[in-house]
């Protein structure tokens, strides 16, 4: 909010400080960052232990910067939260999908292991079968042809890595020295020549959806050895001083030679002569000259050239790299197929690593980008088609363990989509599961101490069906002339067996049967020194203690199992980590692996963090240096890639990611305002509006001056940290009541219209210009 310059500049009331040249007491010594706003106010987009100090005396118009930065604050007070939902595989609008039915894109498969090979039926246009048609020379006639692309084993496997210099993830991998594919063009019938140049030089190929012309053929000893092709964006005939406009680009012939062997092109004012049958580079533009008539009439030349514009030459040669306008392309090979007199077709291998230059000595890693956007690789020989890797899908679900010192929890969401938590504990001498040293998580045919201390006792509790609850006893009168107990589902927050009369006195040895509603029932076997929570087959415990995508859950109170659900393409995976109580150094429960992963870097900020896979597509990511943490990404089936195959035009369309986050809104409770009379007695961070004059607080936090209004300077404001008790307090103020609600206005602004500037901002302090707020100028103090 902006307000019109109409309030007094009286510094006894609501004036800001701008104390321009003063020396400022208590700053916080750069720990803070304009820049970073709103931290420290924010942290993980809740309010941290924060308030927003106005002056008692403040004129209205500080109460208005207030609010700004208030409802700016409360904007910006999100988190992430997982959102329920169902992944889509993403499509493209022309090519094909590396799978196959029964067969997807998963972990350890390449694009050879999935699709040996493409042809027609994949790509309709792109490798359609074509008819060439031979009208040159004395061996006229027509053929049928057919077009593949075959792949090679080992190419383009799904790896979970992180390659040199690159962020770390879920990649396509095409290796170095490997080969990728090979283009065959196969005639149906061999085509015959008597002398290669006469017969087929001038006759078109339709390749991979484009049209070549044939401008040169080498022979040795009746066996074609090397053909020119050149193809076009456009090609057109255009006769002598006739304009054509391609593009940006203005094309004229200007002259041709009387023997026909060369065109004089004009290209943007630059002429360059180009023979026939070859390709040139003029002013960004490829021209290709197909073709040359001279023809004079009485009064003035009507030469005329066909040309290619937009164009591309491509030689092959047998057993050498194919050249693309004269640049040879390392890692690929051409074979002419023929006999004497007879062509056949050709082929082209192409090997990855030689000629991209990628990173990591080589290697060609393919992965979408942060915005989601593709990863592809565009086949160089041709230039017609592309390698998209448009992510992978899986719907997954997120199970965590997490130290805290003496204490730690085993996360995961029930096949309920009820959150569970399994606490575990170290006593002073060992681990158990439970909360305390007389709080123990009980397993079916565990046993717990006496029943004193039987309060608070947990169960590790599973229903028929699977579904995993914690359940509570919160209360045992047992040994007297009243036997009862209530039993509370800490999963779902409710009672499921309220002051229920026991049939024993725990006197002697008695199997209870506890009924537990819609639960099911629970076995106990009640004593004068314990309980024992009796396993049984069906209910409390069969083994089968399933997640929200049926995963399999075991516990101990040093031991953690899971077992993936099976995939449909392959077998479950089973892995336990073990818990350790490290006195020497952490004083700290901590996990390691019995199950033995290839653990790779995947985090390019930190090298302690590592990544596994399982042949399914859980990931793990493990805090490999200090063992206090796990998280474990569970896909309800097999995770798999999304890979095309497509002309270069293509689009991938649609696609969405299941298991998903959204921006959660986390309101602010009453009292986020104060008064400075209230603030004085506080420990908290503060956003201070309002000068000296005005506010107490900030008064405290300039030292105290006894001239609040000496150095002030009209259309100014300040904003700047300061320390105070500990904790950071940000002062917002400026020359008058206007321009620290225009200073609060820029604040509140940081992430929209001014979020340029502040990004530029790399101390704890600026001076802001706001007598012009359509020119709002930010310099250091």
Known sequence: MQIGRTVKKLAAISTGALMLGATLTGALAASYKLADYPAPFLKNGMLDNTVIVVGKNAATADVVGAIDLAAALQAEAVSKVSVEGTSTAPTINDGVKIERSGVHYIFGRDIYDVKTSLDQNDLPEMLKEETFKDTKGDNKGSTDYKQTISFSNGVGELVLSQPEDMKGGVYVKLPKNSQFYTYTLDFNTPITYSTASTDLEGTSLKIQGNTYTITEVTEESDLITKMKLVAGESTVWLLQDQPYTVGDHTVTVVNVDENGDSCGVNVDGTTVWIDSGSTEEVNGLSVGVLDVKVVHSKDYDQDTCELTLGSSEIVLEEGEPVKVNNEELEGTSVDISTTTNRWDGFSITFTTGKMENPPNDGDIH????????????????????????????????????????????????????????????????????????????????????????????????????????????????????????????????????????????????????????????????????????????????DDTNYTKYEGNLGFSDTEVTFTEKDGDETSQTPFTFNLTYDSADDDTIEMNWETTFTWVNNDENDDDIKWAKTAKGTLLKYDNKDQLWVEIYHPEEDLYANVFISPVKAEVVGGTAGGSTADKVNPFSVGLAVLDEEAEKLTKNMIVVGGPCANTIASELMGNPTQCAEGFEAGKAMLKFFERNGKAALLVAGYDAEDTVNAAYVLAQHNKKYAEDFKKLTGDEVVLSVADMSKVVFSTA
């Open 366 to 541: 393919l992965m979408p980008g942060a915005d989601g956007q593709p990863a592809a690789w565009t086949d160089p020989v041709f230039g017609n088609w592309k390698l998209t890797y448009a992510g992978t899908t899986a719907d997954t679900e997120t199970l965590k363990f997490k130290s805290t010192g003496d204490d730690a929890t085993f996360t995961f969401t029930n096949n309920d989509g009820k959150e569970v938590q399994v606490p575990f504990h170290y006593t002073g001498s060992a681990i158990i599961l439970g909360t305390d040293d007389d709080e123990h998580l009980l397993m079916p045919g565990d046993t717990t101490g006496t029943l004193s201390d039987v309060e608070g006792t947990m169960f590790f509790y599973t229903t028929a069906n699977g579904e995993v609850h914690i359940l509570e006893m919160t209360s045992l009168s047992c040994g007297g002339s009243t036997n009862k107990t209530t039993i509370k589902d800490l999963t779902y927050d409710t009672y499921v067996a309220k002051d229920l009369e026991l049939t024993a006195d725990c006197q002697d040895s008695s199997i209870e049967t506890l009924d537990l509603g819609s639960l099911g029932e629970m076995k106990l076997n009640l004593t004068n020194t314990k309980i024992t929570y009796v396993k049984q087959s069906g209910y409390g415990y």
